[in-house]
């Protein structure tokens, strides 16, 4: 074999494995491109399903102030006898119209004076769940007077918000005689209506609960380590994207999911396909 035809052989080979190599580089950045467009579009879903979650916590929050701050609430932890303060506040009819399920006042000492429980089913008040009481009873005990606090919470399986605010005189020129607390359950019905805003399916487990799905798990080890946010395919097709809430004392206390398709991702393998 002539020189001249060695050297055109040896040329054609480099020039091939160049363009092999050239594509492979360009395809990875292509891709990964992409998969950065996935990862910010995918986590903008769940940013909004949380801002969703945290305007109804304000919200509650909002909803506990305005009774905590009214005179007649003061005047009630005086005389809890007062029957009329009850009817026109916390009526089955009124409480249609409230942001609550659950509304509870006690007294510095944790001492519950009036407690009320609405079954939105039904649409009417029912007897209040002793597995709820015997644990807000404790909560309330260790509860610091004078403090506001609003924030998530799983009870027996179910999620829910809650809120706490002192109740003082209006001017300030006392110390609180006790707290309102005030309770939203995020039952199938309300976690449905939140996810379809984002038209996606939403999954919602306690932070701590054992025996997580894997993809749970390895988005909790992430949020660990001081991120908000984790996502991780679950095949070709879905993405999972997790992000958690906090609890009143700030803690993390549920874990949320939601699974998106990824068109993102499968524009981009057409492109370079």
Not at 104 to 126: E, H, P, S, V
Not at 171 to 200: W, Y
Request: hydrophobic share 40%; proline share 3%; charged share 25%.
């Amino acid at each position: 074999m002539k020189l001249r035809t060695k050297t055109l052989i040896l040329t054609g080979i480099a020039m091939t494995v160049l363009f092999l190599i050239v594509g492979f580089i360009s395809s990875t950045i292509l891709m990964s491109g992409f998969n950065r467009i996935e990862d910010r579009e995918t986590k903008e879903h769940i940013y909004m399903i949380r801002n969703v979650l945290d305007a109804e916590r304000a919200s509650l929050l909002v909803s506990a102030t305005s009774i905590a701050d009214r005179a007649d609430t003061y005047a009630y932890f005086s005389d809890t006898s007062n029957s009329s303060y009850i009817d026109a506040n916390f009526s089955d009819v009124h409480s249609q119209h409230e942001f609550f399920d659950v509304i509870i006042l006690a007294d510095t000492t944790g001492q519950i004076i009036y407690k009320k429980f609405y079954d939105r089913a039904r649409n009417r008040a029912i007897d209040f769940p002793s597995a709820y009481l015997t644990v807000l009873q404790d909560e309330l005990k260790h509860n610091e007077a004078g403090v506001q606090k609003s924030g998530f919470f799983i009870l027996n399986g179910k999620p829910g918000i809650v809120a706490v605010y002192p109740v003082a005189k209006t001017d300030d020129s006392s110390n609180p005689v006790g707290c309102v607390m005030t309770m939203r359950l995020l039952d199938k019905a309300r976690l449905k209506r939140v996810a379809m805003i984002e038209n996606v399916p939403l999954s919602i487990k306690a932070y701590n609960e054992p025996s997580l799905a894997e993809g749970f798990k390895n988005a909790r080890s992430s949020f660990d380590h001081g991120n908000n946010y984790y996502t991780e395919p679950i095949d070709r097709n879905i993405i999972g994207v997790y992000s958690y809430l906090r609890d009143a004392d700030g803690d993390p206390i549920l874990l949320l999911e939601i699974d998106i398709e990824r068109d993102i991702a499968a524009q981009g393998r057409t492109v370079i396909s």
